[in-house]
Each structure stands twice: as structure tokens, then as C-alpha cells.
């Protein structure tokens, strides 16, 4: 963690992302108070037709605002093959988001488009594209899209997954998906880039999204996408370090430098063997913990 107590790209926390829908100024009033690590505020599914430029102008001004406190803000635009498309983008690089999200990338040229488009609009350098992999295409293609020199992170679109594969979206331990969740990820490991979970759309179960939250966190995620507030702790119980995990984490460094200091060729700490790939996931998760409590 940095000094100044802003957590590093790399481990800035993102447990809960939430969709917000920007055409509805009530829900964006009340993201304000939601303890999500990031907000996407939402042009495209979430709004119809009608209300697309009203969604537009909302969430600029909510993206300027800077009553949002820590949390990551994103505009997740439509595509450029809508009547919108364009103008999203446009307008989007002109506000302080930290990212643009994009549905439905399924090839390295859709994202330089983008990226050009962002150029030309005058975008912060700093501002990033989260690619959202939601099509066939954007699987078979996601090494090279995670690649890309401007994603940051990929953002697994589920629904739209499921829509095009035909399958089923609420089969036990997601299994029609897991295949493809963990392309995603390795592409986003190797690129060293983020990877978000996709959505749990049936909010009134609580066990079930938990359990997808584990399972996505026990896959290696670095958080889910949640659509709505009620999913937000959960998000966040899930992905925290507990403190047994945070004092293990603690207790295995401090064996493992004892046993460097008096010269020792093997160190074991709970009964284990540990080695240097054992110390750089416990000093992982207390960096993690650490960018947590950075939060407040």
C-alpha cells in the first residue's frame, strides 16, 4: 500500500462492483451510501431507449460529483454499433471515471477502436477500458484481450455468456460456465490485469449467491459484479481476509524469517513446509487486508 494510504492498481480493492442504473437518479443518490468498492454506472442494459441521453448527462454528473468517496467510478457505455455508441464514449472521456466498461469486446481491433476514440476525445491517459467478455468471440480471444494496452480489467458478462452458448445460467456449480470463467481468468493472470466475476441475479437468495461468491473468490477473482445493494456485504465478507487468515498470514512470515536468520535450509510453520511462493501469498493478503482498512 502506498504511503499516502491509496491502495496500488494491483490491489486496490474491488470485492463489490455494482451495476447502477444512470437513468434512475434515486438509485445514483443512494450509491453515495453504499459501502460497494466500485460503482459502474450503467448506459447500456439497465436503460431503455428513451432515456439513454438523460442516462448520459446523469452519470457525468455523477461521475463529477466527488461525493462518491473511495469508490472506483465507472460509465459502462453502449456500443459503438448502437446509436449511442459513440457519443457514450465521447462524453465519457471528458469526465473524471477512472474507466470506460465495454460490452461485448470481441476482437483487440474493437478495443483500439476505443482507445483511438478515447484519444481523440481528449481522455485522461489514465483512464482504462474494462473489457467485458460476454460472446464466444471475446473467449477464443481473450489472451490477446486481456493483453491489450489499455484493459485493465475483465469483467465476466455471464448472462450474455449464457445467451449465446445456450445454457442454462443457474446449473449447479455453474458448471456450463466454469470452463470459460477460468480461460478468462488465466488470460487476465498472464496480462496481469484484473478479473471480476459475473452477476447473481437472483437477489432474494442469499445461500446461492454466497455460494457463487465463494466459489468465484476460490477460483482466484478479484471480485464480483452485483446488481444489487443487498449483495454488496456479502461481496465484501467473501473477499476479506478473516483475521484467522490474516494472523496465519502473519505468523507464517514471521516463521519464515526466523528460519532465514538462523540459516535454516527448510522452514516449517503449522507442521508445513513453507517456501518463498507460501510467503508472497501471505504478504499478498495482508497488502490486501491492509488496502481494505485503507478504505475506512
Not at 494496452?149 to 446449473?171: F, I
Not at 493472470?189 to 445461500?207: C, M, Q, S
Request: aromatic share 6%.
Amino acid at each position: 500500500m502506498a504511503s499516502d494510504d491509496t491502495p496500488s492498481p494491483a490491489l486496490r480493492p474491488r470485492r463489490s462492483v455494482l451495476y447502477m442504473p444512470a437513468a434512475n437518479e434515486r438509485a445514483l443518490e443512494k450509491a453515495k451510501t453504499i459501502a460497494c468498492d466500485a460503482i459502474i454506472f450503467d448506459l447500456e442494459d439497465a436503460v431503455s431507449p428513451d432515456a439513454k441521453e438523460a442516462a448520459r448527462a446523469n452519470a457525468v454528473a455523477a461521475v463529477n460529483s466527488g461525493e462518491y468517496g473511495h469508490r472506483e467510478l465507472t460509465i459502462r457505455c453502449n456500443g459503438l454499433d448502437t446509436p449511442w455508441g459513440v457519443d457514450d464514449l465521447a462524453t465519457a472521456a471528458q469526465t473524471q471515471a477512472a474507466a470506460v466498461v465495454i460490452p461485448k469486446v470481441g476482437s483487440v481491433k474493437y478495443l483500439d477502436e476505443v482507445a483511438d476514440r478515447l484519444d481523440r476525445a481528449g481522455a485522461n491517459p489514465d483512464m482504462v477500458i474494462w473489457a467485458m467478455i460476454e460472446t464466444p468471440s471475446a473467449v477464443f480471444d481473450v489472451r490477446a484481450i486481456a493483453a491489450h494496452w489499455r484493459v485493465a480489467t475483465l469483467v465476466m458478462g455471464t448472462n450474455d455468456l449464457a445467451r449465446e452458448l445456450r445454457a442454462v445460467l443457474n446449473a449447479p456449480g455453474r458448471h456450463p460456465f466454469v470452463q470459460h470463467l477460468a480461460t478468462a481468468l488465466l488470460a487476465a493472470r498472464e496480462a496481469g490485469k484484473v478479473a471480476l466475476d459475473g452477476v447473481f441475479n437472483d437477489i432474494k437468495d442469499e445461500a446461492g449467491f454466497r455460494a457463487e461468491c465463494v466459489q468465484g473468490c476460490e477460483m482466484g477473482f478479484d471480485g464480483k459484479t452485483l446488481i444489487h445493494p443487498s449483495q454488496v456485504d456479502v461481496a465484501n465478507d467473501v473477499w476479506s481476509p478473516s483475521e484467522a487468515a490474516i494472523e496465519h498470514a502473519r505468523g507464517l512470515i514471521a516463521a519464515f524469517e526466523a528460519g532465514q536468520a538462523e540459516g535454516k535450509g527448510v522452514v516449517t510453520f503449522d507442521g508445513r513446509m513453507i517456501e518463498h511462493l507460501h510467503v508472497a501469498t501471505a504478504r499478498r493478503t495482508l497488502a490486501i487486508a491492509e488496502a481494505i482498512a485503507a478504505l475506512g
